[in-house]
């Protein structure tokens, strides 16, 4: 079982940054892969980025590319998402999730544990 729970949302100005994170506890964080995922009203819940066991394996949704970074603090059992030139398109509830594995997966239901969100609002 991993608890997930995430902190660092805001109102925020277009332009502006946030730092996402996401404390994880109740088993071995460095044993899961680690994605996050946002979910706009009216919309479906997606894919922004994800982050494999090793540091070095992170993949990034199109939409979000060149302007967000997912890193991983193992020793802290902490995930982050770093959120630079922020659109109002970004605004979001966003989700950690933890999925049993070496790898991320760009698919909600692949992964085992959800945060509860945090909410992200960006104004124009």
């Known amino acids: 079982q991993v608890q997930l729970v995430e902190s660092g949302g805001g109102l925020v100005q277009a332009g502006d940054s946030l730092r996402l994170s996401c404390a994880a506890s109740?088993?071995?964080?460095?044993?899961?892969?680690m994605g996050w995922f946002r979910q706009a009203p009216g919309k479906e819940r997606e894919f922004v980025a994800g982050?494999?066991?090793?540091?070095?394996?992170?993949y990034y949704a199109n939409s979000v590319k060149g302007r967000f970074t997912i890193a991983r603090d193992n020793a802290k059992n902490t995930v982050y998402l770093q959120m630079n030139s922020l659109k109002p398109e970004d605004t979001a509830v966003y989700y950690c999730?933890?999925?049993?594995?070496?790898?991320?997966?760009?698919?909600?239901?692949?992964?085992?544990?959800w945060g509860q969100g945090t909410q992200v609002t960006v104004s124009s």
């Open positions: 999730a933890a999925k049993d594995g070496r790898y991320y997966s760009t698919l909600s239901n692949e992964y085992d544990y």
């Open positions: 109740g088993s071995t964080f460095s044993s899961y892969a």
């Open positions: 982050i494999g066991r090793s540091i070095l394996n992170t």
